[in-house]
């Protein structure tokens, strides 16, 4: 009997100590999941606090304005009309417009016209844009040159029409596509001296894209070929513009690159 009882304690005892190891071991692991569950809660109060500040940070612009961020011009330029462009970093932007007759968004780099394009180097830009305009849109490589005073356009993408309403006086194949060649005239109309009567020229994608590689200097090269001679540089921008109509595109990418030869330029 007194075998018995001993065995009977010892087995009770010994069961207590598994219930207590256990007891402790669940514990344990409920401090840790706790622990984890609050880590987890923790950093995603931390990401978005982050993204609120990020997105507070963000640059908001809804009337004409000129400046630089990030390495990269901007420019908002509207006759009338509703507009918005905020800036999101490296270049990139998001724009939205609406009861306008013209507006220009544009993100990229200016230039002092000092130098032609191939005082410059070889000018590209890497692109990709989610683009939905409703009505008269295009998406380009755009700018300006002075002497003469030159606004040039390479057109990827155009919304409901596509420019710019001219006999085209040829057609040339840059980065295995092939674009139609426009020479204009605009008479007394704005630009970036002010009302003047100046040229445009055009290269219009035959096909439309909404990201790629530009090669704008293969078009500067042709462009002269064909006796439109460029000035000196005031601007190479990828543009959004909208003519009396309304939309709104996300630039995704833009990367704007500048080749001095051995020397490639990224603007960041």
């Known amino acids: ?58 640059t908001v612009i809804t009337e004409n304005t000129i400046g630089e961020e990030d390495g990269y011009g901007y420019e908002l330029w509207k006759d009338e009309g509703d507009t918005s462009m905020t800036l999101t970093g490296d270049g990139t932007f998001t724009c939205e417009w609406a009861n306008i007759n013209s507006a220009l968004f544009r993100r990229g780099q200016k230039f002092d016209c000092t130098k032609t394009w191939q005082e410059l180097g070889d000018i590209s830009v890497d692109y990709e844009v989610d683009y939905e305009p409703i009505g008269n849109s295009y998406l380009c490589l755009y700018g300006w040159t002075r002497e003469p005073l030159i606004e040039y356009y390479i057109v990827d993408s155009w919304g409901s029409w596509r420019p710019p309403g001219a006999a085209s006086i040829g057609t040339i194949t840059v980065d295995d596509a092939e674009y139609d060649v426009y020479r204009t005239l605009r008479e007394e109309q704005p630009s970036i001296d002010g009302t003047a009567t100046f040229e445009q020229y055009w290269s219009v994608r035959k096909e439309k894209r ?20 460029m000035g000196k540089f005031y601007e190479a921008s ?30 960041k």
Do not use: P
């Open 1 to 58: 009997m007194e075998m018995k009882n001993r065995r009977w304690i010892l087995i009770f005892g010994f069961s207590l100590h598994c219930l207590a190891a256990a007891s402790v071991q669940a514990a344990g692991k409920g401090e840790t999941e706790n622990i984890e569950e609050t880590t987890q809660e923790t950093a995603g109060m931390e990401a978005e606090t982050e993204s609120a500040v990020t997105a507070a940070e963000q």
């Open 210 to 229: 909404t990201e790629g590689t530009i090669n704008a200097s293969a078009h500067f090269d042709a462009w002269e070929s064909l006796g439109m001679s």
């Open 238 to 267: 990828l543009t959004v513009e909208g003519y009396q109509s309304s939309g709104k595109a996300t630039v995704l990418k833009n990367e704007l690159k500048i080749d001095e030869g051995d020397e490639k330029e990224s603007i």
